[in-house]
């Protein structure tokens, strides 16, 4: 018999069936081949949240959460976080290598020249309350944008997916900087063709009355490996929300706005908000010690803290953090990073981390220097979803033009009732009077 199998002996028939094992998995479907006669279903694995099920085949990123790595098509995330402009990595991502010179003018003039947004989205935008939370306005508008492309739909042509793919990673910042804009109640600013990705997002998000906008070099650089940090991260939920919708046929905007929705989740990407909410309940390093006792008995969750992938040290975070020193040279120090490295320094000394191997993720970091740059923390999780588009897009990409994929529709253990007798109202029981 081959190795590279598994035998299983089904107790109930005394049956023994062999399955192939192939890159260290067993395929569920050969589960079903087990059963106790002709007229049962079959064997179904039980995974809730996906804790042990790999969904997909991929070729984008590669973590390894036990040693901290991750690359995104075979490149180490520090090699090009130190190298590469994000534009650069976005065309990796989406085209799987790195772009030459010429690859990377032609595919960043094409991306600047899809920064523009229709002017009815103007409109849309102008109907959100002043207090309306950014994500919850950007999600809206991505969605919106369905209805300014409906060629969208056709998602089984390769150019028509490559040009909807370039206008959502060119008009992300844009609609992230007039929910901005929005929430301050200033008027927005059209982008700039002359700057770089970053430049043209602080353009749009801090332009005042000046002629021409002048970003800071250091802080348009940080914003830069920030988004080359966040660009991709396999399976996680916003991606798998992003593939399961996708799986459905759902146009790219709504597809993306879906998995934008996943991200605003403080377990996910709303993460980055709630750890500045976390610090500045804390207050003063001082009272890191009683915080953290109190997320041991059980209250509350150290955010930016533990990760379901990594069991060891996030690699984004530990280039966040090298980051956030070049940030403060500029904007000064923020006295949150003392809170967040004596947490840090205290958690991880701490038996019930080490123990559950809860390190800092990429969101405790990340808000200290949002922070820091003047961002309210209500934008942290935009800033996360502008990279992350190219990473969504990607993981759709492959969905659609993977011959294995179907639409995404998992199996479940019924737990309700058998069939039941049907009452007619007068014969069911009374209900208690509803208060008042
Ligand atoms: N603080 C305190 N305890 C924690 C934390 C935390 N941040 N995270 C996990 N734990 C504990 C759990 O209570 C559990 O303890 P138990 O075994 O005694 O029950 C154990 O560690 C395992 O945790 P799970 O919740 O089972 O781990 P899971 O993989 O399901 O969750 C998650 C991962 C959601 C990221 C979790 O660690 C968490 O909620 N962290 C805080 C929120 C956060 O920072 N999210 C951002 C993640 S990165 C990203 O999405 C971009």
């Known amino acids: 018999m081959a190795q590279d199998t598994l035998t299983i002996t089904d107790n109930r028939t ?47 990123t590669f973590i390894d959460g036990e040693r901290g790595i991750l690359r995104y098509r075979g490149y180490p995330i520090e090699v090009l976080a130190e190298h590469c402009s994000f534009l650069e990595v976005a065309y990796l991502i989406v085209f799987g290598d790195l772009p030459n010179e010429v690859e990377l003018k032609n595919w960043t003039n094409e991306i600047t020249h899809h920064t523009m947004l229709h002017e009815t989205t103007k409109k849309f935008m102008e109907g959100f309350r002043y207090d309306a939370h950014p994500m919850a306005m950007l999600v809206s508008t991505v969605a919106a944008l369905s209805t300014v492309y409906p060629e969208a739909r056709d998602i089984h042509d390769t150019n028509n997916r490559l040009r909807q793919i370039k206008r959502l990673i060119g ?18 600013v059209y982008p700039d063709n002359d700057l770089n990705y970053a430049e043209n997002f602080m353009n749009m998000l801090w332009k005042m009355v000046e002629p021409k906008y002048v970003a800071n070099p250091v802080l348009a650089r940080a914003l830069d490996i920030l988004f080359i940090l966040h660009a991709d991260h396999e399976q996680n939920c916003s991606a798998n929300v992003a593939r399961s919708v996708g799986s459905a046929h759902a146009d790219p905007y709504l597809t993306t706005a879906a998995a934008a929705a996943a991200l605003s ?113 209500e934008m942290f999780t935009v800033l996360f979803a502008i990279p992350r588009t190219v990473g969504w897009l990607a993981q759709w990409q492959e969905m659609l033009t993977d011959s294995e994929q179907k639409i995404a529709r998992p199996r479940q253990i019924y737990t309700g009732h058998d069939v039941r007798e049907f009452l007619p109202m007068e014969k069911r029981a009374s209900a208690p009077a509803a208060a008042d």
């Open 14 to 60: 005394n049956l023994t069936y062999s399955f192939p094992i192939e890159k260290e998995t067993v395929r569920a479907m050969d589960f079903r081949q087990i059963k106790t006669g002709p007229e049962d279903f079959g064997l179904m694995t039980y995974d809730p949240a996906f804790m042990n099920t790999a969904s997909c085949r991929s070729s984008i």
């Open 171 to 188: 008009k992300m910042p844009s609609i992230a900087a007039m929910s901005y804009r929005h929430s301050l109640g200033f008027p927005y």
């Open 265 to 377: 989740g403080p377990l996910h990407g709303g993460a980055n908000e709630e750890v500045l909410k976390m610090l500045d309940e804390i207050g003063s390093k001082d009272n890191v010690p009683a915080y953290v006792k109190k997320v041991k008995d059980g209250h509350g969750k150290l955010m930016g803290f533990g990760h379901r992938v990594y069991k060891n040290y996030d690699p984004r975070a530990k280039i966040i953090k090298w980051t956030a020193e070049q940030v403060f040279q500029v904007t000064g120090r923020n006295p949150k990073l003392d809170v967040a490295l004596e947490l840090e320094r205290i958690a991880l000394e701490d038996d019930y981390f080490i123990k559950r191997k809860l390190y800092p993720n990429v969101d405790f970091y990340s808000g200290i220097i949002y922070q820091a740059m003047s961002f309210k923390p």
